[in-house]
């Protein structure tokens, strides 16, 4: 692991890079306008044909001859897992059951040729995602028996026969790292035929995401397919073909997998997460080798990063956007360190569309961007100018999150419900969702243009956003105005609802403007009924008030980084905007 630095989770939730941090353009540019992009941009028309050269020179017959039997089968190294496995995971495991977001699944009942978990929960087991937490609970020894019986299953149901999940793109990818990084725990047997079976599946798999990776969607499953490429060539002997065959398509997928500022296009912080321990356990593999990472993975890494952190509340934990739920603070930190990035949070990701606003120990995050194109997501949410804010450790307004991850406490109806704009901090018109989610899953018509003007001012922060979603069904214009107090101890804010250019329409519109609570507070409401106490238990207290419409207490929930949803609160806000628009005032105060 020369020149890297240990893997350690910082002291602190997010800590002071120091003067040696990664230098990022965190300066706020007012008026910035974003709009909705095509996965697969930045890519000219000779960078595409390059591509396809270049995978074609690989792919010739003559190639895939010549490496057939010209190597023997064995592994070069076993590079470093930088990340910690799950200790409940893996105690659970050697206790005789898979445990994944409230499912369990005994190993005595696993038959991987008809497994009828949750999709997430294949995943799970297809990708040997579980071998980092069998790992985390005790040595080899007591290890590798169970992780060995698994993969005979595993090679006995699928290492002759190709199909989806279990040799799916992203899948395959990461069975290539896990294998690698924990190959003590599944290769220490004598059984020579065995070790062969996995080795031969090893090559097997990379033969496979040479044919399927460029034809995967794009994102971050499309990244990894790619990264278990390159991973394979430097495992394996005779590997340098493929690593250049590799490396051309890593760096162009991972052209069109971010945007400049580094967020990911499915605009998902955990999509953000796996990208980045994607990222890093190939580095790893590099170390390995002792060959250096190749320049563009460290680029995107020290862009990525800062992104991540930009998501982060002051606490370390994740906000809930785009499906994520809220991912714990040490998960981050340890993804983080393996990344080997100093770096503070990006304060504004213009392309991203996530801006991020801090005062004192109070942390505001909002969504200034589109929802992701649909062929980039399952589980893209209806979140356009939606806000969360935390106070030190508590989160004071938050968004549901969750839609992606199913589980035993979320099917998917509810997952279809926390995608819609009603499970945001946000305003909705007549009960509908500024993005439209089709009967099919995917996003449809809605927002297209976001405007943006975000100002440093004496007064405090100022973020001013609109969004075009209500336009063309209703008539209206959505613009949000959010002022953080330079001490964070107030947060105003007006909701505004404007004609839209040439629209005919006329008639009334019913609103409602929701502010979903976190988890540790429990709201009353005051006598004129135009404000609400936030109290929160051995913590601060808040205030709420609106200047217009009727206020009243709902139930609402949310859900963390383990797919796991909470009861909670929301404050709704109901009224009627008339053709000519309306203006809707409010502000959360710290009162002690």
Same mark, same amino acid.
């Given at each position: 692991?020369?020149?890297?630095?240990?893997?350690?989770?910082?002291?602190?939730?997010?800590?002071?890079?120091?003067?040696?941090?990664?230098?990022?353009?965190?300066?706020?540019?007012?008026?910035?306008?974003?709009?909705?992009?095509?996965?697969?941009?930045?890519?000219?028309?000779?960078?595409?044909?390059?591509?396809?050269?270049?995978?074609?020179?690989?792919?010739?017959?003559?190639?895939?001859?010549?490496?057939?039997?010209?190597?023997?089968?064995?592994?070069?190294?076993?590079?470093?897992? %930088?990340?910690? /496995?799950?200790?409940? =995971?893996?105690?659970? &495991?050697? @206790?005789?059951?898979? $445990?994944?977001? *409230?499912?369990?699944?005994?190993?005595?009942?696993?038959?991987?040729?008809?497994?009828?978990?949750?999709?997430?929960?294949?995943?799970?087991?297809?990708?040997?995602?579980?071998?980092?937490?069998?790992?985390?609970?005790?040595?080899?020894?007591?290890?590798?028996?169970?992780?060995?019986?698994?993969?005979?299953?595993?090679?006995?149901?699928?290492?002759?026969?190709?199909?989806?999940?279990?040799?799916?793109?992203?899948?395959?990818?990461?069975?290539?790292?896990?294998?690698?990084?924990?190959?003590?725990?599944?290769?220490?047997?004598?059984?020579?035929?065995?070790?062969?079976?996995?080795?031969?599946?090893?090559?097997?798999?990379?033969?496979?995401?040479?044919?399927?990776?460029?034809?995967?969607? %794009?994102?971050? /499953?499309?990244?990894? =397919?790619?990264?278990? &490429?390159? @991973?394979?060539?430097? $495992?394996?002997? *005779?590997?340098?073909?493929?690593?250049?065959?590799?490396?051309?398509?890593?760096?162009?997928?991972?052209?069109?997998?971010?945007?400049?500022?580094?967020?990911?296009?499915?605009?998902?912080?955990?999509?953000?997460?796996?990208?980045?321990?994607?990222?890093?356990?190939?580095?790893?593999?590099?170390?390995?080798?002792?060959?250096?990472?190749?320049?563009?993975?460290?680029?995107?890494?020290?862009?990525?990063?800062?992104?991540?952190?930009?998501?982060?509340?002051?606490?370390?934990?994740?906000?809930?956007?785009?499906?994520?739920?809220?991912?714990?603070?040490?998960?981050?930190?340890?993804?983080?360190?393996?990344?080997?990035?100093?770096?503070?949070?990006?304060?504004?990701?213009?392309?991203?569309?996530?801006?991020?606003?801090?005062?004192?120990?109070?942390?505001?995050?909002?969504?200034?961007?589109?929802?992701?194109?649909?062929?980039?997501?399952?589980?893209?949410?209806?979140?356009?100018?939606?806000?969360?804010?935390?106070?030190?450790?508590?989160?004071?307004?938050?968004?549901?999150?969750?839609?992606?991850?199913?589980?035993?406490?979320?099917?998917?109806?509810?997952?279809?419900?926390?995608?819609?704009?009603?499970?945001?901090?946000?305003?909705?018109?007549?009960?509908?969702?500024?993005?439209?989610?089709?009967?099919?899953?995917?996003?449809?018509?809605?927002?297209?243009?976001?405007?943006?003007?975000?100002?440093?001012?004496?007064?405090?922060?100022?973020?001013?956003?609109?969004?075009?979603?209500?336009?063309?069904?209703?008539?209206?214009?959505?613009?949000?105005?959010?002022?953080?107090?330079?001490?964070?101890?107030?947060?105003?804010?007006?909701?505004?609802?404007?004609?839209?250019?040439?629209?005919?329409?006329?008639?009334?519109?019913?609103?409602?403007?929701?502010?979903?609570?976190?988890?540790?507070?429990?709201?009353?409401?005051?006598?004129?009924?135009?404000?609400?106490?936030?109290?929160?238990?051995?913590?601060?207290?808040?205030?709420?008030?609106?200047?217009?419409?009727?206020?009243?207490?709902?139930?609402?929930?949310?859900?963390?980084?383990?797919?796991?949803?909470?009861?909670?609160?929301?404050?709704?806000?109901?009224?009627?905007?008339?053709?000519?628009?309306?203006?809707?005032?409010?502000?959360?105060?710290?009162?002690?």
């Amino acid at each position: 692991m020369e020149g890297r630095p240990p893997i350690s989770a910082p002291s602190s939730p997010i800590p002071d890079p120091g003067d040696d941090a990664a230098p990022i353009d965190d300066s706020i540019e007012p008026g910035k306008r974003l709009i909705r992009l095509p996965a697969d941009k930045g890519l000219s028309l000779g960078d595409r044909l390059a591509n396809q050269i270049t995978r074609l020179t690989w792919r010739t017959p003559l190639h895939a001859f010549r490496l057939k039997g010209r190597f023997p089968l064995k592994l070069l190294g076993v590079p470093a897992d %930088p990340v910690p /496995g799950d200790m409940r =995971a893996g105690t659970a &495991i050697r @206790a005789g059951h898979f $445990l994944h977001r *409230g499912l369990k699944l005994p190993l005595g009942k696993l038959d991987f040729a008809a497994l009828t978990v949750a999709p997430a929960f294949a995943d799970y087991l297809h990708s040997f995602a579980w071998l980092r937490d069998l790992a985390a609970t005790g040595t080899r020894a007591d290890g590798a028996p169970i992780a060995e019986a698994v993969v005979r299953q595993w090679l006995a149901a699928h290492g002759e026969m190709v199909g989806e999940p279990a040799w799916k793109a992203d899948n395959t990818g990461w069975r290539i790292l896990f294998w690698a990084a924990h190959a003590p725990l599944i290769l220490s047997s004598s059984d020579l035929i065995y070790r062969s079976a996995v080795l031969n599946h090893l090559a097997r798999a990379a033969r496979h995401l040479d044919r399927v990776a460029d034809k995967t969607r %794009p994102g971050t /499953g499309q990244l990894v =397919a790619w990264i278990g &490429i390159v @991973a394979a060539s430097l $495992l394996m002997p *005779g590997g340098e073909p493929r690593q250049i065959f590799g490396e051309a398509g890593l760096r162009k997928v991972i052209e069109t997998s971010f945007y400049a500022d580094g967020g990911n296009i499915a605009r998902s912080p955990q999509a953000q997460l796996d990208a980045v321990m994607a990222l890093a356990m190939l580095a790893r593999v590099y170390d390995m080798r002792r060959i250096e990472v190749p320049p563009f993975v460290q680029e995107v890494l020290a862009r990525a990063v800062p992104a991540l952190l930009g998501l982060a509340h002051s606490d370390g934990g994740m906000g809930n956007w785009q499906g994520s739920g809220a991912t714990s603070a040490l998960h981050i930190q340890y993804v983080v360190a393996a990344s080997g990035v100093r770096t503070r949070p990006l304060k504004q990701a213009r392309d991203w569309g996530y801006q991020r606003v801090v005062a004192n120990k109070v942390v505001l995050l909002a969504d200034a961007a589109p929802p992701p194109i649909a062929r980039v997501t399952e589980a893209g949410c209806a979140s356009t100018l939606a806000f969360e804010l935390s106070d030190g450790d508590e989160r004071i307004v938050v968004n549901c999150g969750g839609a992606a991850l199913t589980g035993a406490t979320i099917p998917a109806d509810l997952a279809r419900g926390l995608r819609t704009t009603a499970a945001h901090s946000t305003l909705t018109i007549a009960d509908s969702n500024s993005t439209a989610i089709l009967p099919s899953g995917a996003l449809g018509r809605g927002v297209t243009e976001v405007e943006l003007d975000r100002r440093e001012t004496p007064q405090g922060s100022r973020v001013e956003m609109s969004h075009d979603g209500y336009a063309r069904r209703h008539g209206f214009i959505h613009r949000r105005l959010l002022i953080l107090a330079p001490n964070g101890r107030e947060l105003r804010g007006e909701d505004m609802l404007l004609p839209a250019p040439r629209s005919r329409r006329k008639g009334d519109k019913r609103f409602t403007l929701r502010f979903h609570l976190g988890r540790n507070l429990s709201a009353s409401l005051t006598a004129d009924r135009l404000g609400a106490l936030l109290r929160i238990a051995g913590g601060p207290l808040w205030q709420f008030r609106t200047s217009e419409g009727a206020l009243d207490i709902e139930e609402s929930l949310w859900v963390d980084g383990d797919g796991r949803p909470h009861p909670t609160e929301q404050l709704v806000v109901t009224g009627t905007a008339p053709a000519g628009g309306a203006s809707i005032g409010w502000i959360f105060k710290h009162i002690g």
